[in-house]
């Protein structure tokens, strides 16, 4: 299974919680949405533990098995018809989860993530 990372689930494999370093471990690939990277490196910013936390990230990044996904000019195209159906829906989620999930749709990646806002998307798949 290729998964597609949320901040939330990163933040539960770097604190040890059992569930998430399974589904990791298990994992062929981990990919790590830009924008969740983003979310991440602003917390440490604004943590008292910013270094330690950013040193953690970059070894996590190292691992053979993970890599960071961007955006480009088709993940515009699933974001547009996500951001669409959650406005018909009157079911709103954060911007960033947005380009999540568009990116989980985009590279057939299944998402993993604790924000039951996704399940306002069925298309995308989760752990």
Known sequence: MNLLLDT?????????????MAALQKASRIHLPFVVLAEMRAGFRCGTMGRENESVLVKFLNRPRVSVLYADEATTHHYGALWAQLRKQGTPIPTNDIWVAALAIQHDLVLFSRDAHFAHLPQVAQH
């Open 8 to 20: 939330n689930r990163y933040r539960d494999f770097v604190d040890g919680d059992p569930a998430a």
